[in-house]
């Protein structure tokens, strides 16, 4: 096997954006609204409700405006009775307009930007220098969203969902996090203890959203992260299961923990994709093992991963699918007991849940399969095991899983078949499971082997062999080709 060295990976670069986000400060600050009106007095309740002093010039001031000005939600509210002229601009953090018609539109933001004002005129992308989104609002968590004005329905479809999906608890505890911060800070505690406490407050934040935090809660907490003893020279190291590759199938625990990673290590089966959940400052290494092709010795990893932790990096050591599950993870959490480092394993869906899932097809079936087993395909050497329990693949009732089989699945077969399994069991080969590229091809275990190899599938393949199955060949056999009848589809 040729061996490889760990390669650390830089972020790809930022892809292109349409607007740059930015969060802009005005409290205390002087904004201008021109024009009267429900827009305008919209955009003008914006503007208040972030801490700016509005000046409304309209000769006509809608109910809307009339009545915003006289219970603003933040910032004063000033209308003037009158249009606006040019030396209005003065000063001005930020100028809106509301005009029916271009020239006028034209004229407001050539006189906004030669007074140095960046300027938004409502509905009319051509004069605006930025452009507003939908809002989530748990201030001081704010959350903007924007299509750059492709798709308006769209950005409040996402922004309803947003708001279905975060508590309005969440304002109290960011509130909370704003007035503990320097408190936090000068508490003593290492770079890392301070991570570690707003780990365990955003823990309970998210499990708690509606409680209002307490000084009780800053006490608990510090008193927690005291008592581990989290330190400079101790780090940690976290084991996470990457899933089968969609990323949408990471478990929260897994996302916090890539979010709070100083250096994550991780194997070829793991897609970009998931290490965008990744915090951008984290340095991201290659360990990567493909089967039969290049690899990072074991011993090698176990040590790199010990001496970041030594150092006190927070280590993730990211697998493809669950790192307990042919994820050589006993190694290294033998390693890390060996050295006395702290670790915790992250459970992930495996491959063959992913892959039955999007089969639509069952592991288990009270009358068909009464239990899984997880076997793999080759052991150390590259070659089937010589150990396999040959009389246990044979049993009818059981759903067998067969990692990393592309190799040595002639031969599992041809064995499983000799100790008693029913050669026309049913059985599928499925690559890339739950990816877009996902690939599968089907059909009685004495043929699969030919079939996969014929199909060249890409990738990562799983095979699961058992009368649950069965189901899947029926369905998808009414659509086969009729020149490849003992395969049942090969879909994408």
Not at 57 to 73: G, M, N, Q, T, V
Not at 400 to 426: F, Q, S
């Amino acid at each position: 096997m040729t061996t490889r060295t760990p390669i650390e990976t830089r972020p790809p670069r930022m892809d292109a954006l349409a607007r740059l986000p930015v969060f802009l400060a005005l409290e205390g600050r002087r904004a201008v609204v021109a024009g009267g009106t429900p827009a305008a007095a919209w955009k003008a309740e914006l503007l208040s409700a972030a801490g700016a002093h509005v000046t409304v010039y309209a000769s006509e001031p809608c109910d809307e405006l009339l009545s915003l000005a006289a219970d603003p939600p933040r910032g004063a509210i000033l209308i003037e009775r009158r249009e606006w002229q040019a030396n209005d601009l003065a000063g001005a953090a930020i100028a809106i307009g509301g005009f029916e018609h271009d020239s006028a539109a034209a004229l407001f933001a050539s006189a906004a930007r030669a007074a140095g004002v960046p300027v938004n005129v409502i509905d009319k992308p051509k004069f605006c220098d930025f452009a507003f989104g939908a809002i989530v609002n748990r201030s001081p968590l704010v959350i903007g969203i924007s299509t750059d004005g492709a798709a308006p329905v769209f950005g409040q479809a996402v922004r309803a969902k947003l708001e279905a999906l975060i508590p309005r608890g969440f304002a109290q505890w960011a509130n909370a996090a704003r007035r503990w911060r320097d408190a936090v800070k000068m508490s003593g505690l290492s770079f890392n203890a301070r991570r570690r406490f707003w780990q365990l407050f955003t823990a309970q934040a998210m499990t708690q959203p509606n409680s209002a935090p307490e000084p009780a809660d800053y006490n608990r907490l510090l008193a927690t992260t005291q008592a581990e003893g989290t330190a400079p020279d101790k780090g940690s190291v976290t084991l996470v299961g990457a899933g089968p590759g969609d990323p949408e199938l990471l478990t929260l625990r897994a996302v916090r923990a890539l979010q709070s990673a100083d250096i994550i290590l991780f194997d070829d089966l793991v897609s970009s994709e998931i290490l965008d959940y990744a915090r951008r400052e984290a340095k991201k290494m290659l360990v990567g093992k493909t089967g039969h092709g290049p690899a990072c010795k074991q011993d090698e990893i176990n040590a790199l991963v010990i001496g970041l932790a030594k150092a006190g990096r927070r280590v993730v050591r990211l697998k493809g699918g669950d790192p307990m599950i042919f994820g050589r993870a006993g190694e290294e959490i033998a390693a890390c007991r060996e050295a006395g480092i702290a670790f915790e394993v992250v459970p992930g869906i495996t491959a063959a849940q992913g892959a039955a899932a999007r089969l639509g097809v069952p592991l288990t079936h009270r009358k068909e399969a009464r239990r899984v087993q997880y076997v793999t395909g080759h052991g150390a050497d590259g070659k089937l095991p010589a150990d396999l329990d040959w009389r246990s693949l044979a049993d009818p009732t059981v759903t067998t899983v067969v990692y990393m089989p592309v190799k040595t699945l002639a031969e599992l077969a041809a064995g499983a078949i000799a100790a008693g399994l029913d050669p026309a069991t049913p059985a599928a080969a499925v690559s890339c499971a739950t990816r877009p590229n996902q690939a599968m091809v089907a059909g009685p275990i004495a043929e699969l082997p030919g079939l996969l190899a014929g199909a060249g599938l890409p990738g990562p393949v799983v095979v699961m062999i058992g009368r649950t199955f069965g189901e899947l060949a029926a369905v998808q056999g009414r659509t086969a080709d009729a020149s490849s009848e003992s395969t049942f589809r090969i879909s994408s």
